[in-house]
């Protein structure tokens, strides 16, 4: 929560293989979301993923290469867990995506697996897919 508004952050990671896309799932949770997580007090969007993808999947982000993919957002009241703000970068990496920690999973999903992911989450994917980067 590192904003005036006091609306919950999320800094994630967006990596599209092949118009698939890279996505995690937690220990106990059946819901799977794109990697990443919230910022540690004045980390920036940057230090944020690196540190997040490093902990949740063993691999290092390319922070030159990081660019804004888009900031999306449920509202207040949404039944999943309104407000809550996503801010998305697509990025290169090294090393190989071996979920650690939290992570119970990866998987590649398409667009038809929407209805697996959280709500934020499934506007990404919209976004993916108007783009015709996600299958």
Not at 5 to 28: C, F, M, Q, Y
Not at 40 to 65: F, K, N, Q, V, Y
Request: hydrophobic letters at 40%; glycine letters at 10%.
């Amino acid at each position: 929560m590192a904003n005036g508004n006091r609306v919950p952050e999320k800094v994630a990671w967006i990596l599209v293989r092949d118009e698939l896309v890279l996505v995690t799932r937690s220990h106990g949770r059946d819901r799977f979301y794109l990697p990443g997580g919230h910022r540690e007090p004045g980390e920036s969007d940057g230090e944020t993923l690196l540190r997040e993808i490093d902990e949740e999947l063993r691999a290092a982000i390319d922070l030159r290469s990081m660019v804004h993919f888009g900031t999306f957002e449920i509202g207040e009241g949404h039944p999943e867990h309104g407000p809550f703000r996503m801010i998305c970068y697509t990025a290169g990496h090294r090393g190989e995506l071996t979920p650690a920690r939290e992570i119970a999973e990866k998987a590649w999903f398409r667009y038809a697996d929407r209805d697996r992911v959280s709500a934020v989450d499934g506007l990404v994917f919209d976004a993916l897919h108007q783009a015709g980067r996600l299958l």
